[in-house]
Nanobody
């Protein structure tokens, strides 16, 4: 059984930073594609970053250059470092995993419980 548990959310001011952690169990983070999504009230869920099996990354244009996804394969944790936060980054953030180790499109079936980020101006 795959479980993903996020931590690290909070309330910050514009320009500050936060780092999320996503602890994975039931899979090996180093051998799995993992992703971060967010959803703001009244808006559709948006993928913000993914990190592939071999470690390459992809980002949404809205966060590129400010967010960095990484994995600690020994601790089985995926991180999302978020810098230069803006009020529009306010959302619930989730980590997610696909049914198999490789990301294929938007097929994510395992989800964490979410962690809230609030950025005030």
């Amino acid at each position: 059984q795959v479980h993903l548990v996020e931590s690290g959310g909070g309330s910050v001011q514009t320009g500050q930073s936060l780092r999320f952690s996503c602890l994975a169990s039931g899979i090996t983070a180093g051998g799995y594609c993992l992703a971060w999504f967010r959803q703001a009230p009244g808006k559709e869920r948006e993928e913000v970053a993914r990190i592939y099996v071999v470690g390459g990354t992809a980002y949404a244009m809205s966060v590129k250059g400010r967010f960095t996804a990484s994995k600690d394969n020994f601790k089985n944790i995926m991180y999302l470092q978020m810098n230069s936060l803006k009020p529009e980054d306010t959302a619930m953030y989730y980590c997610a995993a696909p049914p198999t180790q490789y990301c294929r499109g938007d097929d994510f079936i395992y989800w964490g419980q979410g962690t809230q980020v609030t950025v005030s101006s």
